[in-house]
C-alpha cells in the first residue's frame, strides 16, 4: 500500500514569505505527527493530531506556525513570515491510533529552504 | 523532560567488523524505545523496537536489549556491510498515549569501508 508522503519535496522561499507544506497519512491511520530535521537541532517533535485534533501545540517553534487537519486525514503545517532559521527538511510521520508501542511511518520530507 | 544520548560519530569500521552504538536515556515514565536508520537519499525507517523492559528487538541482524536498570538501548550486529552505511537515531516515546512524538538522539553516522 501507499506510504506516508508529502508535498512539495523542495521548497525555496524568500525571507518573509508564507510557506504551506502537505502530509497524506497512511490510509486508516488516525495519528500524525510533524517534525523538524535540521543541522543544528536535530530531530524535533513539533505537533500531533489524533483524528482532526491538536491536543498539545506547545511544541511549535513559534506563532508563526500552524497545522491543521481535515477529514481525518491530510495535514498542513503553516509557516507565516518565513525566517532563514526555519530552513529545514519537514517530516510527517502516521501511526495506527497514536499508542506510545506503535510504529510511526515517517514520509520523505519536504526540504525548505528560506533565502 | 525525556532525552536520548548517543555517540554521534561518524563511527567508521571495516566490512565484517561488530558494531556498537550506545544509546541512554531518561525519561518520566515507562517508554517504548526505537533504533530509526536513514539510509543516503532515503527517508526515517523503522530498523528495531522495544516496548518494555528486558525486549530485545531485532531485524537485519542487528540487536538491541530494553535495559531499564542502566536506562540504555545498545545497538550491536555481529558483523557489519557497506550497506549498512546510514545514519541510526535512537528514539524512545512515552507508553502513555501519542501526546507526544518520539525523542530522537542526535543521530549517529555509520560508514562502513570495503
Known amino acids: 500500500g501507499a506510504g506516508v508522503s508529502q508535498s512539495p519535496s523542495n521548497k525555496v522561499t524568500e525571507k518573509g514569505k508564507d510557506v504551506e507544506l502537505r502530509c497524506d497519512p497512511i490510509?486508516?491511520?488516525?495519528?500524525l505527527y510533524w517534525y523538524r530535521q535540521s543541522l543544528g537541532q536535530g530531530l524535533e517533535f513539533l505537533i500531533y493530531f489524533q483524528g482532526n485534533s491538536a491536543p498539545d501545540k506547545s511544541g511549535l517553534p513559534s506563532d508563526r506556525f500552524s497545522a491543521e487537519r481535515t477529514g481525518g486525514s491530510v495535514s498542513t503545517l503553516t509557516i507565516q513570515r518565513t525566517q532563514q532559521e526555519d530552513s529545514a527538511v519537514y517530516l510527517c510521520?502516521?501511526?495506527?491510533?497514536?499508542?506510545?508501542?506503535?510504529?510511526?511511518?515517517f514520509g520523505p520530507g519536504t526540504r525548505l529552504l528560506v533565502l | 523532560g525525556n532525552s536520548v544520548t548517543q555517540m554521534e560519530g561518524p563511527v567508521t569500521l571495516s566490512e565484517e567488523a561488530f558494531l556498537t552504538i550506545n544509546c541512554t536515556y531518561t525519561a518520566t515514565g515507562y517508554p517504548s524505545l526505537f533504533w530509526y536508520v536513514q539510509y543516503p537519499g532515503e527517508g526515517l525507517q523503522l530498523l528495531l523496537k522495544a516496548t518494555k523492559a528486558d525486549d530485545k528487538g531485532s531485524n537485519k541482524g542487528f540487536e538491541a536489549t530494553y535495559r531499564k536498570e542502566t536506562t540504555s538501548f545498545h545497538l550491536e550486529k555481529g558483523s557489519v556491510q557497506v550497506s549498512d552505511s546510514a545514519v541510526y537515531f535512537c528514539a524512545l516515546k512515552e507508553a502513555r498515549g501519542g501526546a507526544d512524538g518520539l525523542t530522537f538522539g542526535k543521530g549517529t553516522h555509520l560508514i562502513i569501508q570495503p
Open positions: 510521520a502516521s501511526s495506527f491510533t497514536g499508542g506510545g508501542w506503535e510504529t510511526q511511518y
Open positions: 490510509s486508516g491511520h488516525t495519528a
